[in-house]
């Protein structure tokens, strides 16, 4: 069954200190893997995509990677602004994009 | 900008009740979602649509129905609302025509129902 889990479920960071999120995935035809940004009260929104292994893209503080098995998401010198839940989501063969439970970021001044 | 509205934000409904969560988006996109979101179970696919009249269901259907009489319009129904449909309901769009194709959606702010 194709199934998507992050790590760690929650987070804590200070403001400055630079950290990653995991994000593991079952191989089942992945056709996209994909992180959005959520914050409290409104829908996800969209932050990156990665196709294939090796590949990165990068946004402000945030640089997102891909292997075979696994994306991280990491957070270079985090601001309070960032505080948020990520959630990593995975495209299969089938065409569904299947939601882990993400992961809840808080960022200390 | 894309914008996913969702017609009411919050919501208490009895057990029984039928009970309907709109969603309009407004860029002409093709495809719709209706997600349902809980802790620590993340989003779960509940129907999707891929063109006016057509639906197709998704992980967990049951006790859902859908209409998309407009294509910016899709709708999502329980026709007998239980306990365990409280949650977060939030509908999505995507446009496989736009950057990053069908892949990427655009969320509503999404409907938390309490049913009671």
């Known amino acids: 069954e194709d199934q998507v889990t992050q790590s760690p479920e929650a987070l804590r960071l200070q403001e400055g200190e630079s950290s990653s999120l995991n994000c593991s995935y079952t191989?089942?035809?992945?056709?996209?893997l994909f992180w959005y940004r959520q914050d409290p009260g409104k829908g996800p929104e969209f932050l990156f995509t990665?196709?294939?292994a090796g590949e990165e893209k990068e946004k402000e503080r945030l640089k997102a990677t891909l292997t075979k098995k696994e994306s991280f998401l990491h957070i270079t010198a985090p601001k309070p602004e960032d505080s948020a839940t990520y959630l990593c989501a995975q495209k299969t063969s089938y065409d569904k994009v299947i939601f882990g439970p993400g992961t809840s970021l808080s960022v200390i001044p | 900008d894309v914008k996913v509205t969702q017609s009411s934000r919050y919501l208490v409904k009895r057990t029984g009740e039928k009970v309907f969560l709109e969603c309009v988006q407004d860029?002409?996109?093709?495809?719709m979602f209706w997600y349902r979101q809980d802790p620590g179970l993340g989003l779960r696919l509940i129907y999707f649509?891929?063109?006016?009249?057509?639906?197709e269901k998704g992980d967990i259907p049951e006790g859902y129905s859908v209409s998309r009489e407009k294509k910016e319009r899709f709708s999502l129904i329980l026709e007998s609302a239980s306990t365990n449909q409280t949650s977060m309901y939030l509908c999505?769009?995507?446009?496989?025509?736009?950057?990053?194709?069908?892949?990427?959606?655009?969320f509503g702010a999404g409907s938390r129902l309490t049913v009671l």
């Open positions: 649509s891929y063109d006016v009249k057509m639906k």
């Open positions: 999505a769009s995507s446009d496989p025509r736009g950057p990053g194709g069908a892949n990427v959606l655009t």
């Open positions: 191989v089942s035809g992945l056709r996209g």
């Open positions: 860029m002409d996109h093709e495809n």
């Open positions: 990665l196709y294939s």
